[in-house]
C-alpha cells in the first residue's frame, strides 16, 4: 500500500491523504471502488480518530481510501468545505488511472460535522458519490450553525436526486441530537430515496468505529454499536457491487426503492406505475388480474387497501405472494425490459 | 418444557398459548422474565409464522413465552384486541408463582397489525410492558385505518409515559410504508422516551424472524435483516438486566435517554437538569466550572453551544470528556443520590 | 408446537420428548429434517441444561427436535445406550409422517458422556446419523471407562462409514481432557472422513450453549464459545441442503471430503484417483496436460511436489488455479458425471 | 498512518514493511501492540495476498503491522528465514520507541509456509513472540521438505516453553493436508500449551482474510471461514489485554492453560498442584473437603474419577460447582498469593 499526502488549498490547510493498494499480484482486481473519508470536529479540526481508523475496514474490503481533511475553522465559512470536497473528487478522478480507482463508484462517508458535509455532498455538490455513510452527522440548519454560523440545513435539500444514505447514531447522543437523523430520514422517505439506518440505543457522541483504539469506553456504549462498519461495507455490495472472480459484479439490489427509476420497465416497478403504462398492461393484463382476485380472496381487503397496495408493491413481491414459479418471473422481466421507460427520473 | 393453551374468550376466539420452562435442575434461575408475542395478520388473522418461530430464540434466551391470538375480522373493533392484550397480561401475572415469571419484566413484542397492537400496549394500555418490540408496525391512523376502521393513531397517544421500544422495519416494504416507523421514532424522540430502531435497506413486508423456515427468499432480503432477533435481546438485557450466578442482574443501562427519570439525582442526570437544583449544585460548582472552562477552551466554543451542551449533556459525559478519574466519579454519584429528584416525572 | 413424551423402555426409564412444529400455514415446508438431542451428565443422569436449551434453536431453524433420555446409572452398562438410541430413531421413521420428519435427515447431537453416545451413533449404530455434533465429548476408552466401565472406545471404531462429525470444546476443560477430541479428529482425517471443529480457548466443560439461561458464568469462558449454535446450523445446510422456495434444496457442498465417494465421476474428485480411470482421462488428458506444465512453471515446483498435489488435489482446484472459464468447468463436469465411480465405497 | 520499507538482507532480498500508526491525537494510547505478518508462498515467494490484506484488520484493532518479506527460492534454505524473523523482532525493538510498540506483546501470524515459520518463531526463535497465528500452516518434516527440503519439523520442537497459538485451515485443503494441523494441536496438548483452533469443513488452500478483496470465489468456502480474522484478534485481547481508559488493560484469562505456571500460587491452579503444596494445605484443606464431598454425592462418582479431577480441575471451578461466594474465592486468591509457586517452570 501506498501513502501519498496531497496538499489541495495551501492556504485554508486542506488536504487528501490517498491510501492506495497495489493490483500487481491480482488476477481480476484491477481497479477497486474509492472512500473518501470526511473526519468530524465541529468545523473546527478533522479529528484523527474518524480518519485512518475509518479507512482500515475499508481497505480491507478491497476499497482505496482517501482521508479529506476539509477547511475548519474561521476557513470553514460556506461553501469552502463543499468546494474542499468537489475539489477532492475532481483530484480523484483525475488520478483514477494511476490510483486504480473505479470513478463510478466513490462512496462518502464522513462523521458529525464531517456528517454534515457528507449530507451535502449527498444533496448539494458538483461531483455526487454513489452513496453516502453519515454517521451521528449534524443535518439540521440551527444545529449545524451552532458549529459554522453559515452552514446550511440538509433536510431543505434533499429532493430525488439525492444519493443512497446509510445513516447510523445513538438515541442517547446528548452532543448532536437525534432529531438530526430521524428528520434526514424522514425527507429521504418523502422524496422516494433509498436508505439504510440504524439507531443504537445507548452511547454517547462521537464514537467513530467504537473500539478500543480510539479510546472509547466499552462501558458506556450498546454492544451494537460497531457493528455499523460491516453493517454500511455489506450495504455497499448490496447496492453498487463487489469484486468478482473475473470483474466488478453487478449488485444484488437497485440502489433505488423499486425499479421506476431504472432506464427500462421492469418487474420490480410498482403495479400503480405499471398500469398506467399501455404498453406494460398488454402484457400483464392476465396475470394482473389472477392475482388482484387471489389476493382479495385471500385477505378479505377492500377497495382502499387494493389501491394502497397498488401503489406500493412491486410486480415482483406480488407474483411472489401468488407463489408464481421463478422462470415466467424471469420471462416476464424480460418482456417488460423492451419496454422504455418514458418518466424515468433518475438525476 | 410445558405447552397450554387457554381461551381467553370463546365467542371472539382469544387464545394464550404458553411456553413455559422448568426451574428445577437450575440452581439459582427459579423465576424467568417473559415475553408475549402478538403475530401480524391485517387484523384478519393471526399468522402462525410470527408465532412459534419468534418464540424460539427468546426461550433459547431464558424467558418464558407466550402467543396471544387476538380477536381478529369483524371481531377487531377496537378496543377488542386492546383488551385482549390486558387480559393475557392480567393472566400471566396471576399465574406468575405457577408460570415461573418475573411480574416486572414482561415484554410484548408484534408484528405488522400485530405490532399496532404492541405500540397501543406500549402507549395506551393498563398493564403496560416493560419494553415494547416492534416488527415493521402499523402505527400512523391513516394506515391504521385501512386494516381496521376503529383502530387508533399511535404517534397522538405517545406521551412520557410510554415505555422503551425497539423498532425494525425494512426501508422498501411496500405494504405498510416506513413512514409509520419514522414518525413514530419522532414522536418517542420529542416525549424524551428511549429507543432502539434498524431499518433495514431491502426487503419486502412480513418476514418474521427472516430464515429460511418461515420460508422468505433470502435473496429478496439484504442479510442485516435477521439481526433484529439478537440485537433485541441484547437490548433487553441492556435496560432489564440478565441472569447472574445468584440473582436476575441489575441492567447495564437506564430504560431511559437519562438519569432525570430516576427517584434521586445522579451522575447520569443532564447538566441543566443539575444546574437547577440548588443542593446539587453545591456539590458541582468547582468541577463544573473546571469542566466548563476546558471545553470551552478545547473547542473554542461559544455561549449558544455551551447552553445546547448543558442542555442534553449529562454529568457523566462531561466528566468522562474532561478525563476525571473513576473513581472521583464514583464518588460524586454517591453525593448525588442522596439529594431526592423532585421533579421526577415517571409514569 | 406440540409436545409428546414417549417411554421407550420402562423399565430404564428411557423416554423420548418429541417438540414436533405444523406445517399447515406453509406453502412448501411440508417435512422438516430432525435432531435428537442426547444431554450428558457422566451416563449417571441426562442434564436438563442440555436438552431444551439446545432444542429451542434447531426449533427456530426449523427443525423438529427430539430428546433422548437414555439408560444411565446402573442401566447404562453397554449397550444399553446404543440401543436406547437406535430405538429412538427407529420411532421417529415409523412415526414420520404423523411427526413431519424427512427420514433421511436426521442428525444427531451430544454433549460429554452423550457426546460419546453421539459418536457410537456415527460409527457403531444400526440406524446412521445423516450427521453428528459432539460437545466437549468423551471419545477415548480410558476416559470413557471413568464414567461407565463397559463403554466402548470410540477411535477404535471410526471407518469409512463414519458420518461427518461437527465437534466443539474447550482447551481448558479439566474435566474432559481436549485430547479426546484431538484423538478423533486424527482418526476421522485417517478415514478421510469430512468435519468441522472448534475449540475454544477457555472455559470449563458442560457449557451447553453457553449463555445465561444455562447458567454459566459469563466471566470464566471467551466469547467465541456461543459460536457453535449458529455454526453448526449452518454447516449442516451446507452439507444437508435447506428449506428452498418450493422444495428442500441440495447442500452446497458435498458431505464427504471430495468427490470420489459420489456415484458416477466429477470434477470434485482427485486428479489422481481421475487419473487411473481410463475413460476420465481420455476427456481430461489435453487439459490436465495444460494445468500441470502451468503449475510446474509457476511455482519452480518439482517431481515430489507434482506427486503431492494429485492425490489430494481435486480437478475443481486445478482448474480453478489456472483461471478456467466457469462453463468449460461445468461442461467437463457434465463429461464426467456420465462415467460411473466404479471404485466407489460409500457406506 | 505512515509506511516505512527496512532492507533487512539486500543479498537474500528480506525486507521488512512498517504500518505505523500515530499517538498524537490520543489521550492514553501511547505505545501500541504489534503484529509481524509472515505471508505464505511455499519458501518460493512471499505472497500479497497474504500481506496487506492481513495488516489492515489488526491497524483497525490499534496494533502496528509489520510484514516481512523472508528469504525465499534457493535462499530460503535453513535457518535463513528464522534468521530473517529474528533479525526483523530485533529491529522492531530498537526502534520500539519511535514506532511506538509495546515490545512485550509482539505477536506473530503466518500463513501456509509463513505458517511454519511462524511455528517455528513460537518453538525455535531467539525473540519468542507472546503468541503465534498460525493459518493453515505446513508443520510436519515431511510436509515441509515439499517446499524447502531443509526446513525443519516444527512437532518434535514443541515444547513446555511454546508460546500460545490460534491456529486455522479447512478440513478439505487438497494442498496441505489437514494433518498438519493436528498432530501440532496433538503436540501442544501433551505439553500442555494453551490453543485455540478453528477447522473449517469446506474451502481451498491460500485463502488468506477470505473475503472478495483476495480474490477468493465465496462458492467454494463455507461461511465461516473468514471468522478467524475477529477471533484470532478477540483471543489476543482475552490472553494479552486491550487498550483501557488509561492504560493497557491485564487479560482476562492466563496465556497458560491453569495458573500452574504463575509466580505465586492462586486459585486457577489445579487441584492436585495446590495439594502437593503443604501451605497451600493449610488454607484449603477445610474447603478441598467440603467440594470434594459435595461433588461425590452429587455425581456418586468413584475414585477414579476423584483422581481424574483433581489432576485437570483448577480450584477456580470446583469452588464455582460448589456455588462458593465470589468475595471467598476472591479472599482465597488473596491468601494463595502470598505463597510463591517453587516449581514454576515457565520459560
Excluded at 77 to 84: C, S
Excluded at 95 to 124: N, P, Q, Y
Excluded at 273 to 283: N, Q, R, T
Aim: aromatic fraction near 10%; glycine fraction near 4%; hydrophobic fraction near 40%.
Amino acid at each position: 500500500m501506498k501513502v501519498e499526502k496531497i496538499v489541495l488549498n495551501e492556504k485554508r490547510n486542506v488536504t487528501l491523504t490517498a491510501y492506495t493498494q497495489s493490483t500487481e499480484e491480482f488476477r481480476h482486481i484491477k481497479k477497486r471502488p474509492a472512500i473518501l473519508i470526511l473526519p468530524g470536529g465541529g468545523y473546527q479540526m478533522c479529528s484523527d480518530k474518524e480518519a485512518d481508523p475509518v479507512a482500515f475496514p475499508y481497505l480491507q474490503a478491497g476499497y482505496q481510501a482517501f482521508i479529506l481533511r476539509y477547511s475548519v475553522g474561521v476557513d470553514s465559512v460556506w461553501p469552502n468545505p463543499l468546494d474542499d470536497y468537489d475539489q477532492a473528487i475532481k483530484c480523484m478522478k483525475e488520478r483514477a488511472e494511476e490510483w486504480h480507482v473505479l470513478t463510478d463508484k466513490i462512496v462518502v462517508i464522513g462523521f458529525s460535522a464531517g456528517g454534515h458535509l457528507a449530507a451535502c455532498a449527498a444533496t448539494m455538490s458538483k461531483y455526487r458519490p454513489y452513496a453516502a455513510i453519515l454517521g451521528y452527522p449534524v443535518i439540521e440548519g440551527d444545529c449545524a450553525s451552532i458549529y459554522q454560523k453559515t452552514a446550511p440545513d440538509v433536510i431543505a435539500a434533499v429532493d430525488e436526486n439525492t444519493c443512497p444514505c446509510f445513516v447510523f447514531a445513538t438515541r442517547t447522543d446528548n452532543v448532536v441530537s437525534i432529531k438530526n437523523t430521524i428528520h434526514f430520514l424522514d425527507a429521504l422517505e418523502k422524496n422516494d430515496i433509498l436508505f439504510e439506518s440504524h439507531i443504537y440505543s445507548h452511547g454517547a457522541h462521537g464514537f467513530s468505529i467504537c473500539n478500543s483504539s480510539v479510546e472509547v469506553d466499552p462501558e458506556e456504549f450498546c454492544n451494537r454499536v460497531p457493528h455499523w462498519v460491516a453493517d454500511s461495507m455489506e450495504w455497499l455490495k448490496d447496492i453498487m457491487g463487489d469484486f468478482g472472480n473475473n470483474e466488478f459484479l453487478n449488485p444484488r439490489f437497485f440502489p433505488y426503492i423499486n425499479g421506476n427509476k431504472e432506464d427500462v420497465l421492469n418487474i420490480d416497478c410498482t403495479l400503480a406505475y405499471l398500469f398506467s403504462d399501455s404498453e406494460a398492461m398488454k402484457i400483464l393484463d392476465p396475470i394482473l388480474k389472477q392475482g388482484e382476485n387471489q389476493q382479495k380472496q385471500a385477505a378479505n381487503v377492500d377497495e382502499k387497501f387494493m389501491l394502497q397496495t397498488m401503489k406500493l408493491m412491486t410486480l415482483r413481491h406480488m407474483l411472489s405472494v401468488i407463489s408464481m414459479p421463478k422462470n415466467v418471473i424471469k420471462q416476464l422481466d424480460e418482456q417488460l425490459r423492451k419496454i422504455p421507460n418514458k418518466r424515468m427520473k433518475k438525476g
